[in-house]
């Protein structure tokens, strides 16, 4: 009984290290249009978007937009580790139809590139699936119980979960000019245990989160 409790203290602990170790934050992905024109972010939100480009707007005079359907980044700096290719499609499905209910808020759907309207291009860089069962346990247990508390206050991503990059890309419809682009890392609160029941549903919180985040962008 002893050692199987090491042995599991161990297993935790090695768990903890390259949860501490790994990263995943989004890169400026070589195979985006906007790629070139990406910065170093310095606001307060550089660890969800670490590379942005932005110009000043008045997106007030802006009532209309086209989404374009979401693309899968195939470039070899994608973030996807072992994703499958279905799961992959199923998020930029899911992407797709939570951004379009975001914006729908804000924005009549056009597809007219007229003055007025803006054009949004979405990618998806990158994910990863929650490890099942582990990720859910590790809100609760000695070794992934307190990592997930501190990852919780400080907003970062918790032990085993999910994830998902992408770029956004913003042009005027009417002109083509680039008006903003960024790429982003989402997740699920640390804590937030209903995002750990479903291999994809951090992933899909985080997409959720992300909508809603470029909606606020765009008032």
Known sequence: MKKSVVGIGAGLAALLLLAGCASTAPVKYSG??????????????????????????????????????????????????????????HLADYMQKKFTEALSKRFQSTTTPAPGALRVKLTLTGADTTTQVAGTITKFDLAGGPYNIVQSIRGGRGMLSGYVNYAVEIH??????????????????????GATFGSLSAAETGIDKGAEELLKKLQ
Request: charged fraction near 20%; proline fraction near 6%; charge should be negative.
């Open 32 to 89: 985006l249009a906007s790629s070139s024109r990406l910065t170093a972010n310095a606001d307060d939100d550089h660890d969800r978007i670490p590379w942005r480009y932005s110009t000043p707007v008045d997106w007030k005079k802006y009532g209309q937009i086209i989404i374009e359907p979401v693309s899968i980044y195939p470039g070899s700096d994608g973030q996807f580790n072992d994703m499958d290719l279905a799961d992959r499609q």
């Open 172 to 193: 005027d419809a009417a002109s083509n000019t680039l008006l903003l682009a960024y790429v982003a890392e989402q997740y699920p609160n640390a804590m937030n245990i």
